[in-house]
């Protein structure tokens, strides 16, 4: 029987241009320490690159930081 993973990681992202890029790079450092197959990892980054580019464009910067938190 195998075991799951689990993990924990967070990143505070700032309300700058390269907040994106920061978000993509964590996760798929964090996946691959956590040994997520690389397909995986690249379907992760799309989805975050999504998400955090909403998170950006629809929420003003004076709610303060974004935080990207990943649970596995």
């Known amino acids: 029987m ?4 689990t993990g924990f ?4 992202l700032a309300d700058t241009p390269n907040a994106v890029a920061w978000a993509r790079r964590h ?4 996946l691959r ?5 690389p397909d995986t990892i690249e379907t992760a980054k799309l989805i975050v690159s999504e ?3 909403n998170a950006i ?4 910067p004076d709610l303060g930081q974004r935080l990207l ?4």
């Open 2 to 5: 195998s075991q799951a993973r």
């Open 9 to 12: 990681s967070q990143l505070a």
């Open 27 to 30: 996760t798929a450092d964090v």
């Open 33 to 37: 320490s956590w040994r997520v197959p």
């Open 51 to 53: 998400l955090v580019t």
């Open 57 to 60: 464009l629809k929420f003003p």
């Open 69 to 72: 938190t990943l649970r596995g």
